[in-house]
């Protein structure tokens, strides 16, 4: 299994600029976030999805746009990039668990250095 | 909305000695609490969780103990190595969304 794979690994754009991260999983896990990652500010939740055709919001979901039409992806859109969303964007699955009492942890992506100018 | 204090956000210790970091959350729903480590430039890694029908769990050098009642749950490392030095995590929450605290920078030094 590849495990999360993050597209790409590094990106630049101008400010106003849209661009789409991408994030695929091949665990059949339901349950898919995504976080960003600033000095000093731990990993925030942006969005994340339960399953195919649910997302939500997390923390700081301004400025991002997520669907979940698969199971296997969870892209992230930034329709008009700013420079406040400069960061290091995880994107993480999971397993559900439901039905048992076992808690599956987050795998996490390599990430997605963005920087916006 | 949900909140993880971690504290201390440094912590330097002389190999060999302890290292506790301490977290609190506000949730009272969350059930799960993970802990993890990342080293520079790379992905967290999970070592150690716990869930919230038990308050404490070892895994050789590492520990983890949650207080439920007062919304809070520690890391314990013994024995530290150099390689223990890395940002540790702090996450509660439920399996599919969980939130994270700012991270405690880990120093050991030789």
């Known amino acids: 299994n590849a495990g999360v794979t993050q597209t790409p690994k590094f990106q630049v754009l101008k400010t106003g600029q849209s661009m789409t991260l991408q994030c695929a999983q091949d665990?059949?896990?339901?349950?898919m976030s995504w976080y960003r990652q600033d000095p000093g500010m731990g990993l925030r939740l942006i969005h994340y999805?339960?399953?195919?055709?649910?997302?939500d919001q997390g923390e700081v979901p301004n400025g991002y746009n997520v669907s979940r039409s698969t199971t296997e992806d969870f892209p992230l859109r930034l329709l008009s990039a700013a420079p406040s969303q400069t960061s290091v964007y995880f994107c993480?699955?999971?397993?559900?668990?439901?039905?048992?009492?076992?808690?599956?942890?987050?795998?996490f992506g390599n990430g997605t250095r963005l920087t916006v100018t | 909305g949900e909140n993880v204090e971690q504290h201390p956000s440094t912590l330097s210790v002389q190999e060999g000695d302890s290292a506790v970091i301490k977290c609190t959350y506000s949730?009272?729903?969350?059930?799960?609490f993970p802990w993890y480590k990342q080293e520079l430039g790379k992905r967290p890694q999970l070592i150690i969780d716990?869930?919230?029908?038990?308050g404490e769990k070892k895994d050789q050098r590492i520990a983890v103990t949650l207080n439920k009642t007062a919304k809070h749950f520690s890391l314990h490392i013994t024995e530290t190595q150099p390689e223990d030095s890395a940002v540790y995590f702090c996450?509660?929450?439920?399996?599919?969304?969980?939130?994270f605290g700012q991270g405690t920078t880990l120093q050991v030094k030789p």
């Open positions: 665990m059949n896990h339901e349950y």
């Open positions: 716990i869930r919230s029908n038990v």
């Open positions: 999805s339960v399953g195919a055709g649910i997302t």
């Open positions: 993480a699955s999971s397993y559900s668990g439901l039905g048992t009492s076992y808690n599956s942890p987050l795998h």
């Open positions: 996450a509660s929450g439920n399996t599919g969304k969980l939130i």
């Open positions: 949730d009272s729903a969350s059930n799960y």
